[in-house]
């Protein structure tokens, strides 16, 4: 895990972590939706629909949140409670 600058430690204090999802719908329907996974960077999730083929990506979006989300060991992210 890299480094944060000090500059980085603050905003996310103030505004929180930064994370990624990503919005998809699944081929041959008008279904939209948010995809259950999140990421750490942007190119992960840009990565994963590499390897779904039921489904277009079709935005990756950012958020923040004060929630600390750490990687399990299947890959996935999860809350740290």
Request: glycine share 4%; aromatic share 10%; no cysteine.
């Amino acid at each position: 895990m890299e480094r944060e600058s000090i500059l980085q430690a603050v905003m996310n204090h103030l505004f929180g972590r930064k994370y990624y999802a990503v919005i998809s719908n699944r081929i041959g329907t008008l279904d939209v939706g948010l995809h259950e996974n999140i990421f750490e960077t942007r190119k992960e999730a840009e990565h994963l629909l590499d390897f779904v083929q039921s489904f277009n990506q079709v935005e990756v979006v950012s958020f923040r949140s004060h929630h600390l989300y750490k990687r399990r060991e299947d890959g996935t992210m999860s809350i740290d409670e």
